[in-house]
């Protein structure tokens, strides 16, 4: 998408820390990280300096689980209008919120200008096209592409609005449970911090006293057979330390998922 979007060496906004994909997509950019940032003197390093491309995750934002409100929205719209930039809004955890009423509005709802492109994903609320492909010869990926688009649009159109909002409502049910019960009791805490999520799939875990968990993670958490992504990853600049890691929740049982907290804070301590 940024290759469509911005020309090598424009100006890219991003949420700080953000999903790997886009970092990854930025190398040839110059990214400035967090709109808050650059917001607050968005001429001090020139005009050459106003981005062209502000990426976020608004909802649930992977990997730290932050949301904006709405005040928050409505202000970060009213400086794209006013730079003029492009707002890619990535939101591909917006039906998996676990309380009503759902999130504010979205930004496109919100476009007045025709500069809000947005993306959201199946793959989080019906299955991954891992699951599908992976036996599966590369060849034929882009004829599997379009067979799971006709299904997609079948299945949607059986199900109608109330049917699909009742299937993400049922299937992540258990994933609410977990947040709201499970999250605030595990063993961790006095090893870590966290704010149990209100969506996604993410935790986003702060060890205590620990700099940077590249290594804790990379090695000797993954000896012991726990498979958490260390925090730095998500980083503008990865070589940066960070006390921070992720953990994924979507196919876990708690009974997993409290064994790897028990073996990571054996880990820690
Ligand atoms: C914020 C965000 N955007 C996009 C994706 C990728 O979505 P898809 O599976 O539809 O490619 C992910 C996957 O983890 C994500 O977290």
Redesign the pocket.
């Known amino acids: 998408m940024f290759e469509m979007l911005v020309k090598s060496g424009d100006n890219v906004l991003l949420d700080a820390p953000?999903?790997s994909?886009?970092l990854a997509a930025s190398h040839h950019h110059h990214v400035l990280p967090a709109i808050s940032r650059w917001a607050e003197a968005p001429g001090a390093l020139g005009p050459s300096s106003v981005p062209r491309v502000l990426y976020t995750?608004p909802n649930e934002?992977?990997?730290t689980g932050a949301c904006m409100t709405c005040e928050r929205k409505q202000d970060v719209y009213e400086l794209t209008r006013k730079y003029d930039l492009l707002i890619t809004e990535?939101?591909?955890?917006y039906f998996l919120q676990f309380q009503k009423p759902w999130a504010p509005p979205t930004f496109l709802s919100m476009d007045v200008d025709g500069c809000v492109l947005r993306?959201?994903?199946?793959?989080?609320i019906l299955s991954?096209?891992?699951v599908f492909v992976r036996e599966t010869s590369l060849f034929v990926f882009p004829l599997l592409s379009l067979c799971f688009q006709l299904m997609v649009s079948q299945l949607l159109h059986s199900w109608g609005p109330e049917g699909f909002l009742k299937h993400t409502e049922e299937k992540f049910k258990f994933l609410a449970d977990l947040c709201f019960n499970y999250f605030n009791y595990v063993c961790f805490v006095n090893v870590a911090e966290w704010h149990p999520p209100m969506a996604?799939v993410?935790l986003w875990i702060k060890l205590k006293g620990i700099k940077d968990t590249q290594l804790l993670i990379m090695e000797r958490a993954l000896e012991k057979e726990v498979l958490l992504v260390p925090g730095g990853v998500f980083n503008i600049s990865s070589s940066d330390p960070c006390p921070y890691v992720r953990a994924a929740f979507s196919l876990s049982t708690p009974q997993q998922i409290d064994e790897a907290f028990r073996r990571l804070r054996r880990l820690i301590l």
Request: proline share 13%.
């Open positions: 953000t999903y994909g886009p995750i934002g992977n990997p990535d939101d591909p955890y993306m959201d994903s199946f793959s989080k991954s096209g891992w996604s993410f």
